[in-house]
C-alpha cells in the first residue's frame, strides 16, 4: 500500500485560506480527502480522479475548496478558501482504487491527518 503523509495544517482566522498537502510514496490512482471535527464521524470532502479530470465536493465545501494533484510529484493538494470554523477538523488524505469515489470504505491508503483549526 502507497504510504500519504499530510502536511500544511494550522490556526487561521475565520475567512481565511489553507492549502493542505498530501504526498504519496508512489504512483496513485483516485485520492480523496476526508475530516473529522471533534466527537463526529469522518466525513468525505473532497475526491479526484487520477487524470485530474473529474472532481466531486461535499456540498459544504463547494465552491470554497478545490482538490488538485501533480502526479508527477506523487502530490494531492487541497486548497481552502474563506474558511469557516465548522471547517474545524483533522483532514485526512486517502488513496483509492480506479473506481473509488466518495465512499469512504473504497479508499486502501490513510494518511496520519493535519489539523486544521479556524477561529472565529
Known amino acids: 500500500q502507497v504510504q500519504l503523509v499530510e502536511s500544511g495544517g494550522g490556526l487561521v482566522q475565520a475567512g481565511g485560506s489553507l492549502r493542505l498537502s498530501c504526498a504519496a510514496s508512489g504512483r496513485t490512482l483516485s485520492m480523496g480527502w476526508f475530516r473529522r471535527a471533534p466527537e463526529q464521524e469522518r466525513e468525505f470532502v473532497a475526491f479526484?480522479?487520477?487524470?485530474?479530470?473529474?472532481?466531486l465536493y461535499a456540498d459544504s465545501v463547494k465552491g470554497r475548496f478545490t482538490i488538485s494533484r501533480d502526479n508527477a510529484k506523487n502530490m494531492v493538494y487541497l486548497q481552502m478558501n474563506s474558511l469557516k470554523p465548522e471547517d474545524t477538523a483533522v483532514y485526512y488524505c486517502?488513496?483509492?482504487?480506479?473506481?473509488?469515489?466518495?465512499?469512504?470504505?473504497?479508499?486502501?491508503?490513510w494518511g496520519q491527518g493535519t489539523q486544521v483549526t479556524v477561529s472565529s
Open positions: 479526484i480522479t487520477w487524470s485530474g479530470d473529474s472532481t
Open positions: 486517502a488513496a483509492g482504487g480506479i473506481r473509488t469515489t466518495r465512499f469512504e470504505s473504497q479508499y486502501n491508503s
